[in-house]
């Protein structure tokens, strides 16, 4: 293998992963991205060989890092009624592109971050979208996703789903600002109900047909729903199959 000087890896290899690398951060679900990962794989073993894993390793940090700051300026300039879809675009985007640069970087995990610094690669970035996205903005997105839960419909389950989802791999302690809203999504969040609070349920339920109706549904639904509502049908939801009519 030839010497790869410090000139060399600035002015040939890095710039290869450094293009590569923004096109898997920037692209979109289902995209075609033209870059060779062969290719790609070869320059990072190259370079760990030839002892430029450290300086690749603060490259790739350096230039997440940026690409993340970007991010966060333009969650910053949403308006509020898109600012959850949004949030999740870049979580979703930032997360799907780790998928493919983890494993072009894992010569250098294993040889470098593993062995020398005792981390992981994943861990790392993970760590990175954490501090300079989710950290910036879970005061401002927590109120509209509690928001959006008492009003059906406003945010799709799926969206909803995955952001609660993704707060709680980015860092699980964030489950005490709204436990009953990461319930929804994260299974044994909060302990087992008792039968004290079975009534507590029974009301809960109650308003969501309340609002389900407001929200359109039609006065033969909500007739049946009213009917399903009655004590017996809603404490049956929590304790057994329900037995009425309306639900046969």
């Not at 870059?35 to 997440?64: A, R």
């Not at 780790?98 to 995990?109: A, D, E, G, T």
Request: charged residues 20%; negative net charge.
């Amino acid at each position: 293998m030839n010497v790869i000087t410090i000139e060399d890896y600035k002015s040939t290899y890095w710039p290869k992963l450094d293009g590569a690398i923004d096109q898997l951060l920037t692209q979109s679900p289902g995209d075609y991205i033209p870059i060779s990962y062969e290719q790609i794989y070869s320059c990072v073993y190259k370079c760990v060989c030839q002892q430029h894993s450290e300086q690749m390793y603060s490259d790739l940090i350096k230039k997440i890092t940026n690409h993340l700051e970007r991010v966060s300026k333009e969650l910053q300039a949403s308006p509020p009624d898109l600012y959850i879809e949004r949030f999740n675009i870049a979580l979703g985007q930032y997360m799907g592109a780790l998928q493919s640069i983890v494993p072009l970087f894992i010569y250098m995990n294993k040889f470098y971050i593993e062995t020398k610094l005792n981390r992981d690669l994943k861990d790392d970035l993970i760590k990175l979208f954490t501090e300079h996205v989710a950290e910036k903005h879970i005061y401002s997105l927590m109120p509209l996703l509690l928001e959006a839960q008492s009003t059906p419909f406003q945010v799709t389950p799926s969206t909803m789903a995955n952001i609660v989802k993704g707060l709680y791999t980015l860092r699980p302690e964030w489950v005490q600002m709204a436990p009953t809203l990461f319930s929804k999504f994260i299974p044994n969040i909060l302990p087992p109900a008792v039968e004290s609070e079975l009534s507590e349920y029974a009301a809960e339920d109650q308003k969501l047909q309340r609002e389900l109706i407001q929200n359109g549904f039609t006065r033969q639904a909500a007739e049946r729903k009213s009917a399903c509502a009655s004590s017996s049908c809603v404490w049956a939801f929590h304790i057994l199959p329900c037995q009425a009519p309306c639900c046969l």
